[in-house]
């Protein structure tokens, strides 16, 4: 069995998922791939991008106390799952890890198709959203999970991520997307990222739904900071439905403006930048052929994204939209 699950890069809508907001991300053709046989009653997964092995009962119970620190991903998968049958195999990974583009969410999907038997795109992907929250103990929203399950090849997915719907934006020939390393690996999110959550439910207790809010009354919101996380939320929203209408009409201009906002309201209202990706956005935005450039994912480190020129000189990955995650002699059923 051969099962391929890309990674992602998201164009615009970051830290709006986990409040019902709207999120442009598009699956990349940088993934996971793992090869390997169902059978036994054990999970063994090595790994070319990571030490150790994978290595646990198909009955996992305590997916978060898993060892090495990188299976806690497949035990999250598999307590999910609770497969009938054990797995081994090989993993090989061409995306960088903790950058930005969901390496983690793409192991995910990928050990999910492997393992288990789901082939349905959004319950395939709210299982992978569980076991990330279960074995990672990151409380991500559903964007990656989502995106990674039900891509489409050529496309972006315009997400509701209350509705849990999507349509497809077709991202053009004539404009390039590129991801460029800021050099500082992603830290460990966990915290600051709930901090952040925090915070949006906060500002929802007061004004309700972020996803319907009335500017106005976030203006009014008491709390200053508070206010100015529930005013990046409200903001990208609305820049998420501008960016798509540009990208579909052609306006590359109109389309990197938004980006330019987005990363503003990331860094100044959201605070999940850092000081050398606001450089990079800068160094990058300054290139003859870029329309725009924004921090990409969760933030506090990792990549930006880039839309240009196509062959524009960018000393990153250019990146394809690509399908979504894909099985190969499929042993299910
Ligand atoms: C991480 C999470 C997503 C999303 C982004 C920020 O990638 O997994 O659910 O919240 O951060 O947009």
Redesign the pocket.
């Known amino acids: 069995m051969h099962v391929f699950a890309p990674g992602r890069v ?1 164009l615009i ?6 409040t019902g907001g709207f ?1 442009l991300p598009m699956a990349i053709d940088l993934g996971t791939t793992i090869r390997g046989e169902r059978g036994g009653d054990r999970i063994e997964l090595r790994s070319d991008a990571c030490e150790g092995v994978a290595d646990m009962p198909i009955a996992v119970s305590d997916p978060a106390s898993a060892i090495p620190e990188w299976s806690r991903y497949v035990a999250g998968v598999v307590a999910e799952l609770q497969p009938r049958q054990g797995f081994v195999g090989e993993i090989t990974s061409t995306l960088p890890l903790g950058a ?1 583009l ?1 390496s ?2 793409s192991l995910e999907v990928a050990v999910a198709l492997a393992v288990g038997d789901e082939r349905d795109p959004l319950r395939l992907a709210l299982l992978c ?1 569980r076991a ?1 929250h279960r074995g990672a103990g ?1 409380p ?6 989502l995106v990674v399950a039900a891509a489409i090849e050529d496309h972006a997915l315009l997400i509701d991520c209350s509705s849990l719907e999507w349509r497809p934006v077709r991202i053009p020939d004539d404009v390039a997307i590129y991801a460029v390393h800021c050099g500082e690996e992603r830290g460990l ?1 966990g915290s600051a ?1 709930a901090d952040r959550r925090a915070d949006c439910v906060a500002a929802e207790s007061v004004v309700g739904p972020l996803r319907d809010a009335d500017i106005d009354r976030v203006e009014r919101l008491a709390d200053e900071r508070v206010r100015r996380r529930a005013h990046h939320v409200v903001s990208e929203n609305d820049r998420v439905h501008s960016f798509a209408t540009a990208i579909e009409g052609g306006d590359y201009v109109r389309a990197g403006a938004l980006m330019t906002e987005s990363h503003r309201s990331l860094r100044d209202d959201f605070e ?1 930048s850092t000081t050398r990706l606001d450089q990079l956005v800068e160094r990058l935005s300054a290139i003859p052929g870029v329309f725009g450039a924004r921090m ?4 506090f480190g990792g990549c930006a994204v880039v839309l240009a020129v196509p062959g524009t000189e960018i000393d990153g990955w250019r990146l394809r939209p690509t399908a979504a995650a894909r099985v190969s002699g499929d042993a299910a059923g």
Do not use: K, L, P, R
């Not at 809508?13 to 986990?18: A, E, L, M």
């Not at 991500?140 to 999970?145: A, F, L, R, S, Y």
């Open positions: 998201n809508g970051d830290h709006t998922d986990y999120v930005g969901s983690s969410a959203q990330e990151v991500c929203g559903i964007m990656d999970q999110i990222y999940v990409t994912g969760a933030g």
